[in-house]
Each structure stands twice: as structure tokens, then as C-alpha cells.
């Protein structure tokens, strides 16, 4: 049984509601009437408060601006076809922001408290979440530290907030993709796992990069000898190869994403073989050119399902099938939205109904 917990409600007096163009939602520009603060201090989270969106006010010395004590996280939320909202496993973002505070020196937020300040943000700007197809709210949990004190030590203080926005369909592009074999996300002994802030600043020059060589995302590999395949981008990795899931193991330059786990749990449902453990980049250029790699496709809340159409490595470029013939992915995609709009039953249990 979870505790019920305390939030202090202020409404908004001037809605933006009927303002906002429901037909036209790039990703992440447009925020609902309310935000989730809590302030930990002292030991312990106080203050919970839920507000109308704006700005805040900072010290300009707070350590999240200079030495990067922040972490997010990502999930969403759907109008189901009876007219609820649900959100989408909501605990595995509680379980992985945790992990993320641990390895970066910040204090736990317990998983009541994650949850129900978004059930109760979600539910007071419930008429936010779309009702249309492919649409959905989606949901930005963050922490970060705001002891107002140069010098590199853990935060005292910190906040913990949650913004949420409505989000359009995400049209999946095909992508053609680049095994980077220069670059690293992440290291052994590093922080690729924690959804930490400073992991994207880190991505964006490479990506760019990679872009401006015609390519729309890149692969990561092993930082030690770009041997090894770890993400795709700020999403998972997934292949079909002689009708086997394979996806790389998670460890510490892995981020252990909702959805390749989500994924991971309907092919074995269905009976499909599923091997979690290292890709080795000469296994799938090798499976590409004789025909055993039948699909590759990215995972993440963002697109749920990325088919990757064209992969580049050392100059050579490989084509991989139509995504229209993939079975696996087009069936996995169907079953996880008829799952997350409500449209037939939560047999795992997925989505927490906020009413
Ligand atoms: C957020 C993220 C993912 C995907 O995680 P989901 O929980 O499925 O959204 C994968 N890799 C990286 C690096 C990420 O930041």
C-alpha cells in the first residue's frame, strides 16, 4: 500500500489551454498550466507544492550550473479510449531516477513521492493530455542542486521538479545511422547509465558531426575499442537476426531504458528467443551481409520503435530491409500502443490509472 502525501495546490488563474494549437506540437515547446516543487533540505523532502508554470529564481552560484548536479527523466502519459489517463510504468522511472541520484551524490526522491506528485500534476492538467492518436502528454522529471557556493562538493539543497507537455505524433523516419568509432558517450567505471544532464551536453557535438556527413543519429560504441555496440543516440538498440531479439547487455555506459525493457518482455511473451549480451560490431555488419539481419530499429519513450534503414561504418554504406515488411517491430509497436491507449487489457500491468 503507498502512503498518500501531502501537495500543497495553487491554480492558475490564466490558463493557456485554449491558446494552445492541439494540431501543432513540436516535441517539448509546449508546457501544461501547472509544475511539481519539492525542496530537500535539511535532510529530508519538504514543501510539496504544485504551481502555475513560469520561471524561477536562482543564485547564479547554485552547483547544478557549474559543476552539472542534475539528472531527468522521461515518460508519458495517454488518454486511453474510456476516457482515463494512464501513465506509463511510472515506478521503473522512480527505480531508474534513483540510480541516477546515487551515482551522482544527489538524495533519494522516494518512489511515492516520484509518482504521486505526477499522478497529481497529470491529473490537475489532465485536459492536457490529447485525445487524438499517437499523441500523449509527456512527462519531465528533474533534480538538481541549489546550494548557492562555488566549490566541488554534493549540494546541501536541492529541487525536484516536474514539468509535463503535450506531444504530437512522433512520425519514426527511417534513419540512416553511423557506427561512431571515434567518439564515446560513455566510459567503464563512468556514468552513461544515469539519465545525468551532463551525458547529452557530451552527445551534441558528435551528433552534429555525424549530420553533417549526411547521417540523422549516430551508434555508440565501447569507449575502449569501438568494438562493441552500446545505444542509438539517446535510445536503446535492438536487431532481429535469425528471428532472435538481440540487444546489448546493460552496464554502467548503458542507460537501461523503459521501453527496451517494456520490449524486451512482449518477445518473450511471444515466444521469441531474446539475448541480452554483448554486440560486437563485426557480428552485425557480418549478419547484414549475409542476409540474417532482418531488422534494427531504436527504443526510447520519444518513438517507442526507430527503424534504422542505412547504417554507415569505416566508409561502407549498408542497407537494411523496408520497414513496412518488419514484423517483429511493426507488431511490437501496435501491441504497445493498444496497450498504452487502453485499447485492449494491461495484462503486465503497465499503466497506473490516474482516474
Ligand atoms: C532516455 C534514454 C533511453 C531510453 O529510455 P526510455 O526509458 O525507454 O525512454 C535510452 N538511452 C539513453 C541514453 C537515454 O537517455
Not at 551524490?105 to 505526477?118: G, K, L, N, R, T
Not at 500534476?121 to 538538481?144: E, G, Q, T
Not at 537494411?320 to 515488411?325: F, I, V
Amino acid at each position: 500500500m503507498t502512503a498518500t502525501i501531502d501537495i500543497q495546490i495553487t491554480k492558475t488563474t490564466a490558463s493557456r489551454l485554449s491558446e494552445t494549437d492541439f494540431n501543432n506540437l513540436p516535441f517539448g515547446k509546449h508546457f501544461a498550466d501547472h509544475m511539481f516543487i519539492a525542496d530537500y533540505e535539511g535532510g529530508e523532502w519538504k514543501n510539496l507544492r504544485i504551481v502555475p508554470y513560469g520561471n524561477l529564481s536562482l543564485s547564479p552560484a547554485i552547483s547544478a550550473l557549474h559543476y552539472g548536479q542534475t539528472f531527468f527523466e522521461g515518460l508519458k502519459a495517454y488518454k486511453h479510449v474510456n476516457g482515463n489517463v494512464g501513465i506509463f510504468r511510472p515506478y521503473k522511472n522512480a527505480e531508474r531516477a534513483n540510480h541516477s541520484a546515487q551515482r551522482l551524490s544527489m538524495p533519494a526522491i522516494p518512489e511515492d513521492i516520484f509518482v504521486q506528485s505526477i499522478a497529481a500534476l497529470v491529473d490537475l492538467d489532465r485536459n492536457w493530455v490529447p485525445d487524438k492518436a499517437n499523441h500523449s502528454l509527456y512527462i519531465r522529471p528533474f533534480m538538481f542542486a541549489t546550494d548557492a557556493a562555488l566549490g566541488v562538493q554534493p549540494s546541501s539543497t536541492y529541487k525536484f521538479m516536474v514539468l509535463t507537455g503535450p506531444v504530437g505524433a512522433y512520425f519514426s523516419k527511417n534513419l540512416k545511422v553511423k557506427i561512431e568509432t571515434n567518439y564515446s558517450r560513455s566510459c567503464e567505471g563512468g556514468f552513461g547509465y544515469a539519465k545525468a544532464a551532463g551525458n547529452y551536453a557530451g552527445s551534441l557535438l558528435p551528433s552534429a558531426e555525424a549530420m553533417k556527413e549526411g547521417f540523422d543519429q549516430l551508434i555508440w560504441t565501447d569507449a575502449k575499442n569501438h568494438e562493441y555496440i552500446e545505444e542509438l543516440g539517446a535510445a536503446n538498440i535492438m536487431f532481429i537476426i535469425n528471428g532472435r531479439l538481440i540487444t546489448p547487455s546493460t552496464r554502467d555506459t548503458i542507460l537501461k531504458g523503459v521501453t527496451r525493457d517494456t520490449v524486451i518482455a512482449l518477445a518473450k511473451h511471444w515466444g521469441i528467443e531474446v539475448e541480452e549480451r554483448r554486440v560486437a560490431v563485426a557480428e552485425i555488419i557480418q549478419a547484414i551481409k549475409n542476409g540474417q539481419l532482418t531488422e534494427a530499429f531504436g527504443v526510447g519513450t520519444a518513438a517507442t520503435i526507430a527503424p534504422i534503414t542505412e547504417i554507415g561504418h569505416e566508409g561502407q554504406l549498408y542497407q537494411l530491409s523496408d520497414p513496412s515488411t518488419r514484423e517483429f517491430s511493426n507488431k511490437t509497436l501496435k501491441t504497445l500502443n493498444d496497450i498504452r491507449y487502453g485499447v485492449i487489457p494491461d495484462e503486465f500491468g503497465w499503466n497506473y490509472i490516474v482516474g
